[in-house]
């Protein structure tokens, strides 16, 4: 099994400032790895794919980087709504594995 | 994305079998894989399994001896049967449409495994 592991775990940033959260697996994934954020008491919601895809819908201050087994998430001008938990997500082999989460506080 | 909406009893006794179904609006079952993930309350993401519309399936390790996901693509629903449940069943399951990634996810539905 692949383990992910995102640091930090929690981190307390205020408004416009960049945040930069990392995953890392236990073994090459390529560019199989995919963030999704989750809000209080909502399911998560993909915000980047394929390790730096954007998607439609998604704000340009997300952005992600990396391949292999270092990525990176990067949440540029933080707004006040992109407070949540942040996991990232492997689908290179069986099973699927997630990382723990990054839960973002807006100070 | 495409709007998936699970149901199913939320209380489920210890040792017995929990059931869920997720009902998919509109477009086709074909493309894609349908999947079941759960979130124990406080914690994280836990991949269960997934089905194709063929019936293939893919499931996790760690609960494969318990879990059997089948579907319907007449009805544009499949389900989850989770069997001898613990307390550490316990968590919101969502169901969620797979392309690699999940891009559209249920609302998710608690299920608290108690006597």
């Known amino acids: 099994e692949i383990v992910l592991t995102q640091s930090p775990d929690f981190q307390s940033v205020t408004p416009k400032e960049k945040v930069t959260i990392t995953c890392r697996a236990s073994?090459?994934?390529?560019?199989?790895l995919h963030w999704y954020q989750q809000k209080p008491d909502q399911s998560p919601n993909l915000i980047i794919r394929?390790?730096?895809q954007s998607l439609s819908g998604v704000p340009s201050r997300f952005s992600g980087s990396g391949s292999g087994t270092d990525f990176t998430l990067t949440i540029n001008s933080l707004e006040a709504e992109d407070a949540a938990t942040y996991y990232c997500h492997q689908s290179t082999s069986s099973p699927h594995t997630f990382g723990q989460g990054t839960k973002l506080e807006i100070k | 994305q495409v709007p998936l909406q699970e149901s199913g009893p939320g209380l489920v006794k210890p040792s017995g079998t929990l059931s869920l179904t997720c009902s998919v609006s509109g477009g086709s079952m074909n493309d894609f894989a349908w999947s079941w993930i759960r979130q124990p309350p406080g914690k994280g993401l836990e991949w269960i399994g997934y089905?194709?519309?063929?019936?293939?399936?893919n499931y996790n390790p760690s609960l494969k001896s318990r879990v059997t996901i089948s579907i319907d693509t007449s009805k544009n629903q499949f389900s989850l049967n989770l069997a001898s449940v613990t307390a550490a069943d316990t968590a919101v399951y969502f169901c969620?449409?797979?392309?690699?990634?999940?891009?559209?996810w249920g609302q998710g539905s608690l299920v608290t495994v108690s006597s």
């Open positions: 394929y390790a730096s």
């Open positions: 073994q090459n994934i390529g560019s199989s």
């Open positions: 089905i194709y519309h063929t019936g293939s399936t």
């Open positions: 969620a449409r797979m392309y690699n990634f999940f891009d559209s």
